[in-house]
């Protein structure tokens, strides 16, 4: 059983380069999320989809879109990346929502660096 | 404004002994609380979630403490092993968290077992 697997593992882009970070679920779950982790600051969220066909802004929406492909499935693109997106990506999910037993599973990240 | 903080950012601790990372929350409104713990090159892994009408709750060899009065939220390790190094997260729930993701996380405690 994988939970949530994301891909690339390592990114380098230039300015102005776009890229989709794909990300993906086998637990069957409901919601998916999109977090940004950078140094000396909590995770951040950037979308959510609450469930297959829905997305939402979230903290940091800005430069970002996202595409909820189906339920397994939910990616995020950077259309003209900059410095300020380099960051730790992570994707997660839950069976419903974010709740009293349905806590965030988290994937492994997506390092990224934009020079 | 709405924050989840640590008290303390480093936190070494004798491998055997207990641990205790302490969180204080601003959002008296918050109804749910969760702690994660993030090793190296990894996501967050979930430990344990509590409601705000709990005072206490206990996993395996982990108990999450929830102080209302005060607003502050601990998480002890008891026995603490190599293999809890890491840095520690809390989490709080703001509002009608539903599908909506709206999960405040901290800045995280570094915890270091010395052998």
């Known amino acids: 059983n994988a939970g949530v697997t994301q891909t690339p593992k390592f990114q380098v882009l230039k300015t102005g380069q776009s890229m989709t970070l794909q990300c993906a679920q086998d637990m069957n779950h409901n919601s998916m999320y999109w977090y940004r982790q950078d140094p000396g600051m909590g995770l951040r969220l950037i979308y959510y989809s609450a469930s297959e066909g829905t997305t939402d802004k979230g903290e940091v929406p800005n430069g970002y879109n996202v595409s909820r492909l189906n339920k397994r499935e939910f990616s995020l693109r950077l259309e003209s990346a900059a410095p300020s997106q380099t960051s730790v990506y992570f994707c997660?999910?839950?069976?419903?929502?974010?709740?009293?037993?349905?806590?965030?599973?988290f994937g492994n990240g997506t390092r990224l660096t934009v020079t | 404004g709405e924050s989840v903080g640590l008290h303390l950012p480093t936190l070494s601790v004798q491998e055997g002994d207990n641990s205790i990372i302490n969180c204080a929350y601003s959002n008296s409104a918050s109804d749910y609380f969760i702690w994660y713990k993030q090793e190296s090159g990894k996501g967050p892994q979930f430990i344990i979630d509590i409601r705000s009408n709990m005072d206490k709750r206990q996993g395996q060899r982990v108990t999450v403490l929830l102080n209302k009065t005060v607003k502050h939220l601990s998480l002890q390790i008891a026995a603490t092993q190599p293999g809890d190094s890491a840095v520690y997260f809390c989490?709080?729930?703001?509002?009608?968290?539903?599908?909506?993701?709206?999960?405040?996380f901290g800045k995280g405690t570094k915890l270091s077992v010395k052998p």
């Open positions: 997660a999910s839950s069976e419903a929502g974010v709740s009293y037993n349905s806590p965030l599973h």
């Open positions: 989490a709080e729930n703001i509002g009608d968290g539903g599908s909506q993701g709206n999960l405040i």
